[in-house]
């Protein structure tokens, strides 16, 4: 008998039951943070996105974090949805804004395991103020950009990221500004822990993006991953099997390597994609430093 037959997964009496703690409803390994009533999921196929959240909820999984302690805040675009489709406590805020609503979570509370899933264009066009100030600030939040080289969502614009000379809706002749090298923009704010991967790096996402849980301030790690609809039918890499051979052809792992020399260069066709974690420090955290300066002035107040 199929599992469509057995069970079937989206009748109306089967979404309302609720497992036991700590159960499992029997669809999926990491089902317990998933909100079955929202799945399947509407990317597109190619789209990394399913990967990227995938390869998230593993860490969180393997980090031992429970999903009440659990917060993952995005914002507008394809990756936005993830707050979604995730059962713990989420927020899908407005454009550009998930890192101040985060560093809202983590200043109310400290002890929760705070996560920014969004996107490159709203992340570091709209929101990029607010992106290099929590670095600055060292925040203890983690950062999750999944790059897809463009506004995927609403048409397949030129973002800040998107590759020179690129064809897009808004460059059909190609493009001519220069695109944000992401890592370096992240370590030169003063991010604790600066990482690039793929989608096709599925294992060695998932163990940084565990370490990135488990550290304390303000984690970066960058996910390249090709819009298939928007940016990838232009360029070439319009189906996951493509831009994975891609990937596995053109990337080069190279661990601490300075971020300044990581920029992704498409004009040389003999370069290659460096991914790796490329910062690994310790520094105060802003709730630290800030718990430091109210005690001290609590006791100069003789307030207890």
Not at 17 to 30: D, E, M, N, R, Y
Not at 105 to 127: E, M, Q, Y
Request: hydrophobic share 35%; charged share 25%.
């Amino acid at each position: 008998m199929s599992i469509r037959k057995s069970r079937d997964w989206f009748s109306p009496d089967y979404m309302d039951q609720k497992p036991k703690k700590g159960a499992s409803h029997g669809l999926h390994p990491l089902d317990n943070y998933l909100r079955k009533d929202r799945i399947p999921h509407i990317w597109c196929p190619g789209c990394g996105l399913g990967i990227t959240l995938n390869a998230y909820l593993r860490a969180l999984k393997d980090s031992g974090i429970a999903p009440e302690n659990t917060a993952v805040v995005s914002g507008i675009g394809c990756s936005g949805r993830a707050a979604g489709y995730v059962d713990v406590d989420s927020f899908h805020v407005t454009h550009g804004r998930a890192i101040p609503f985060a560093t809202g979570l983590k200043v109310g509370n400290r002890d929760l395991v705070t996560t920014v899933f969004s996107g490159d264009g709203d992340l570091f066009a709209i929101g990029g103020n607010h992106f290099i100030h929590a670095a600055r600030r060292n925040v203890d939040f983690n950062v999750i950009c999944v790059n897809n080289f463009n506004y995927g969502m609403t048409g397949g614009q030129a973002g800040p990221t998107t590759p020179t000379e690129a064809e897009t809706s808004t460059t059909p002749w190609g493009g001519f500004e220069q695109p944000f090298n992401l890592p370096a923009v992240a370590a030169g704010a003063g991010a604790v822990y600066v990482a690039r991967w793929t989608t096709y790096h599925v294992e060695e996402l998932i163990k940084s993006l565990k370490e990135a849980l488990d550290k304390k301030g303000f984690c970066f790690i960058e996910i390249l991953s090709p819009c298939p609809t928007g940016y990838g039918r232009k360029v070439g890499l319009k189906t996951g099997v493509t831009t994975m051979r891609y990937f596995k052809e053109n990337c080069e792992v190279k661990n601490d390597a300075d971020p300044t020399d990581v920029a992704l260069d498409p004009k040389d066709p003999k370069s290659k994609i460096i991914v790796g974690k490329f910062i690994d420090r310790e520094a105060p955290t802003y709730q630290d430093e800030r718990g430091k300066v109210f005690e001290a002035a609590r006791s100069k107040l003789g307030v207890k």
